[in-house]
């Protein structure tokens, strides 16, 4: 057959080359994977310079006399802009300056208070991170099976209530305590993530429209309940605060809230990358949602599939709302969840559905969320604006075309190195 | 006079393939040029710059003898060349008038669609070139024959005089096939020109007037076809000499492996789509089931491998019943299964390739410890049978959707035939192969059949189940009209079962006594 492509020399050689050929091509598979997101990355960004500058009174003005004085007009963008971004990255990691100096000053004067201050915006960015972590996780595990979960919303916020319940209800030891807590956010989340998973495996009801659905089930529940059964005394529909024994414990005194939960998301994240890679059952899941046809035909059961990825991934988000409650807000009260189930959608999006690229993607969107306060107080830049600079990567993400056709780069082309394909398909 | 259409050094290439290099072609006015190759050769880029969907890297193209730059699509129509896909282009919901008006619609008082008008020019097209076709019947209503029709008409109503057809026969049946080829012979003797793109050998000596045949990007032959035989054209396809023929030695039949009672099967629309099917299965011989698509086939392998609902009968598999088995509990009793669709079935097209080659035995040691997927095993494995079964592929983590279509079906092969298996279900094992991976995949199931293992082969192509089988059945309506030795097999007899004959007149009409020799030609 010496004349069929590839050559069977060519073949051997690959094959004895395997190692580094793995490796180079692991490379630049790395590269076309980040390629698109950190480009999608720099365009928000510049589009949302332009729209802080048109945003700017200062630099509307210095616009009007361009002609007479086109240095200012420019001077003054560039200064509205600087600011604005100077703020947000200050707000979100602090300045390395003063973290130097503050621990200096603790050597020297064994003052920790500095220290703790000039970190304060860094771990309070973790602290963001650590709730989008988990559930960015819970919406790209349903995606890995082919499911679009759109109900981390609802998943969160029960997955809060539970553990809230568990934590002010509940009295025992931290080393029982906390991990029921955590077990009982998990275990919420699970339930009413495992419900459109169900529906969906033995009825075909679509899960979009069940989890959106689930969503609203869970803000009215979660409404009686605050203003009911679960509701501490006083006005205000909030539940009583946790036990301190249910607390996860902070790495440092307050005001800085960084707590356990962000290691416990880092280890979930690498939890799940084991799960879905590693085990036969995250194979199973990955091929029902790569080729649902293609598993049933190889003896793989899509019900149970169906099923277990939807329970994960709530399980998932309720975790995340637990890890919010006993790291963070230590009660729970209406309106509680501010759209953590919803921003996951657009993180797993973002992470490629990847554990380590939606690790990346949150701790972009929670330093981005955090340090946008800053940037609010202290170059007067609504906060809005960060929700404009993500919605425009996520449209980028969501549409890498455009994104190549801005940058000129052509489309990944796996298809055409070695083999072609035959006619129609 | 110059010839209606000619390419010269038509150059195109990939990174890392040259997918044509210098092509020179030419058609005649009125006369078919077929184009003939694997999968691969090339032929779908070469129709691809003919009809403006890629640029050559070099080269001209000259119609009626002036060069021409195809820049998309719309120039290729402009210029009087048209393609008809293997997949055909039509909505379903539409009529066949709608159809052919899609992106040309005549408009009248400025507002109004004017389908009558389509509609009278539609039967003016179907009467000349014999195009037989209603053009108010809706396109899912029609049968895959008479669709292919429209899409015809479809490319004649642009005015085309350059017909380009992908693998015009691949989705007929045998009696619409003929009716494909008097239409094209209408066709040239209005003056219209014809490519004709195949893998056939046989079709391509019965319609084509010269042959072009390419390999590997090249035209490494041109010739009339009365100057072709079989045996050429597939020596300059492939580049060797192929072995047409099945060798194989009779067959040594065992106790039953499979047996089929009165089994009846539903389709999605609640149809009886398989209507009390019985047959055996023995050890060591292949079972044809032949049939026309869509004569419950599909469903009939869907039910054995647990993919279907059984409605009533019984499937044993070694005497032991299978009662609404999963699938995987029926392929853990030894049996394998090749997929009629290999890309939906089949495969997990984005999976590596030794992930698709552990896809039914993942779960089961040594490829699982305990939760723990023994990756190394299985990439040693998957290296292993790459090797074995010859697959064609860089290395074993590309993913299989970068493989060409004979070396998927290697892929599947080589999973299912590296499991310990009493039974084996091939489902159009061959469909859209090319002739060397053909010839390979027949050799592999008549060693399977030899080793012992039980064989049910399902296809409709008639030469296929007469070369591989040693008993055929005939499916029509679901119903398993008859069973015959393969040894006294009669074609005109069992291509009248096939189109609803019953068997008494079938063999009257077909005596046995004028039994034709067994073509045993693939």
Redesign the interface.
């Known amino acids: 057959?010496?004349?069929?492509?590839?050559p069977k020399p060519?073949?051997s050689e690959?094959?004895q080359g395997?190692n580094s050929?793995?490796k180079k091509?692991n490379g630049s598979k790395l590269f076309q994977t980040l390629l698109v997101p950190v480009l999608a990355l720099l365009t928000g960004f510049i589009i949302g310079a332009i729209v802080i500058a048109l945003s700017n009174d200062a630099v509307i003005a210095s616009y009007r006399n361009i002609f007479r004085d086109p240095g200012a007009a420019l001077a003054a963008t560039w200064s509205a802009i600087s600011v604005a971004y100077g703020s947000l990255f200050y707000g979100s990691f602090g300045s390395v300056t003063e973290i130097f100096h503050s621990i200096q000053t603790y050597y020297s004067t064994g003052d920790s208070k500095a220290f703790l201050l000039a970190i304060y915006p860094f771990t309070e960015s973790l602290t963001t991170v650590t709730p989008y972590i988990l559930a960015g996780l819970a919406v790209a595990v349903g995606f890995k099976c082919g499911l679009f979960n759109i109900g981390a919303e609802g998943q969160f916020g029960i997955g809060a209530l539970c553990s809230a319940y568990v934590g002010y209800a509940m009295h025992a030891p931290w080393y029982i305590h906390l991990p029921l807590a955590l077990l009982a956010g998990a275990a919420g989340g699970a339930l009413w993530g495992a419900i459109p998973g169900l529906l969906k495996g033995l009825t075909g009801a679509h899960e979009v429209v069940t989890t959106i659905m689930m969503n609203y089930v869970s803000f009215r529940l979660s409404d009686w309940l605050l203003n009911g059964p679960m509701k501490a005394s006083g006005f205000r529909p909030l539940t009583p605060v946790i036990d301190n024994s249910a607390m996860l414990p902070q790495f440092f005194p307050d005001p800085l809230r960084l707590n356990w939960g962000f290691i416990i998301a880092l280890a979930i994240a690498f939890l799940v990358y084991w799960f879905l890679f590693?085990?036969?059952?995250g194979?199973?899941i990955?091929?029902v949602g790569?080729?649902p046809?293609?598993?049933?035909?190889?003896?793989?059961?899509i019900v149970k599939n169906f099923v277990l990825a939807m329970t994960i991934s709530g399980a998932l988000a309720g975790l995340a709302g637990a890890v919010q409650v006993l790291g963070v807000d230590h009660w729970v009260g209406q309106g509680f969840s501010s759209g953590y189930g919803f921003d996951s959608i657009a993180i797993a999006l973002l992470g490629q559905s990847h554990p380590l690229g939606v690790v990346l993607a949150a701790l972009l969107w929670g330093t981005l969320r955090s340090g946008a306060t800053n940037m609010q107080l202290n170059a007067g830049v609504p906060i809005e604006i960060i929700s404009i600079i993500q919605g425009l990567v996520i449209v980028f993400v969501a549409a890498p075309a455009v994104i190549r056709w801005i940058y000129r780069i052509r489309a990944i082309?796996?298809?055409?190195?070695?083999?072609?394909?035959?006619?129609?398909? | 006079m110059a010839p209606v259409l000619e390419l010269r050094g038509i150059t195109k290439s990939?990174?890392?393939?040259l997918?044509n290099d210098s092509i020179n072609l030419s058609v005649e006015k009125g006369k078919i040029l077929a184009l003939l190759g694997?999968?691969?050769a090339?032929?779908?880029?070469l129709m691809n710059i003919l009809y403006g969907l890629y640029k050559p890297d070099k080269g001209q193209i000259f119609i009626n003898g002036e060069e021409v730059a195809i820049q998309n699509p719309s120039d290729a129509i402009a210029r009087g060349i048209g393609m008809v896909?293997?997949?055909f282009m039509l909505i379903p919901v539409m009529t066949a008038t709608e159809n052919v008006m899609l992106g040309v619609e005549p408009i009248r008082y400025g507002i109004f669609l004017d389908k009558a008008k389509v509609a009278k020019r539609i039967l003016e097209i179907s009467t000349q070139y014999d195009l037989e076709v209603d053009p108010n019947a809706y396109i899912s209503d029609l049968p895959v024959g008479a669709q292919q029709r429209v899409e015809i008409i479809k490319v004649l109503y642009r005015q085309a005089d350059i017909l380009i057809l992908?693998?015009p026969t691949?989705v007929l049946t045998p009696q619409e096939v003929e009716g494909l080829f008097k239409v094209l012979r209408s066709l040239v003797a209005n003056g219209k020109s014809v490519i004709f793109?195949t893998h056939k050998l046989k079709e391509v000596l019965a319609i084509a007037d010269t042959i072009s045949v390419l390999?590997?990007g090249k035209v490494v032959g041109t010739l009339n076809t009365k100057d072709a035989s079989q045996e050429k054209l597939a020596t300059l396809m492939?580049?060797?000499e192929v072995n047409l023929v099945v060798k194989k030695k009779p067959a040594t039949p065992g106790g039953v492996v499979l047996s089929v009672k009165d089994l009846c099967v539903r389709d999605e629309s609640e149809n009886l789509i398989v209507d009390r099917a019985s047959f055996e299965v023995h050890a060591g011989e292949v079972l044809g089931v032949a049939g026309v698509q869509g004569n419950g086939q599909t469903e009939l392998v869907y039910a054995l491998?647990g993919?279907a609902h059984v409605l009533s009968g019984e499937i044993s598999i070694m005497g032991k019943p299978l009662h609404h088995s999963?699938?995987?509990?029926?392929?853990?009793r030894g049996v394998a299964?090749i997929?009629e669709d290999r890309?939906?079935?089949?495969?997990?097209?984005?999976?590596p390739v030794h992930?698709n080659l552990v896809?039914?035995t993942?779960?089961q040691p040594p490829?699982?410890k305990g939760?723990?997927?023994q990756?190394k095993i299985i990439i040693e494995t998957a290296?292993k049978l790459v090797d074995q079964f010859d697959v064609?592929?860089?290395?074993v983590?590309?993913?299989v959707?970068?493989?060409?279509?004979g070396?998927q079906q290697k892929v599947i092969v080589a999973r299912e035939f590296s499991r310990p298996i009493k039974l084996l279900i091939a489902s159009q094992p061959t469909r859209?192969l090319?002739v060397?991976s053909i010839e390979y995949i027949h050799s592999r199931i008549v060693e399977k059949r030899d080793e012992g293992t039980a064989v049910l082969l399902v296809s409709p192509e008639l030469d296929e189940i007469i070369a591989l089988s040693d008993r055929i059945a005939v499916m029509y309506k679901g119903q398993i009209v008859d069973i015959v030795p393969a040894e006294r097999v009669n074609k005109a007899y069992l291509g009248l079962l096939m189109a609803g004959v019953k068997s008494k007149e079938a063999l009257e009409m077909a005596p046995t006594t004028s039994m034709e020799e067994v073509d045993r030609v693939t």
């Open positions: 057959m010496e004349n069929v492509s590839p060519a073949v690959n094959k395997g050929k793995e091509r590693k085990t036969p059952i194979f199973e990955r091929a790569a080729n046809d293609g598993a049933r035909y190889a003896g793989m059961n082309s796996t298809q055409t190195t070695v083999l072609t394909r035959g006619w129609g398909k | 990939f990174p890392g393939v997918a694997e999968n691969g090339g032929k779908t880029t896909h293997q997949h992908d693998e691949a793109i390999r590997g492939v580049g060797r491998t993919l999963s699938p995987r509990n029926i392929l853990e299964h997929p890309q939906r079935h089949g495969l997990i097209l984005p999976f992930d896809l039914c993942y779960y490829f699982t939760l723990d997927l990756q290296e064609r592929t860089p290395n983590f590309v993913p959707s970068t493989l060409s279509g070396n859209g090319d060397g």
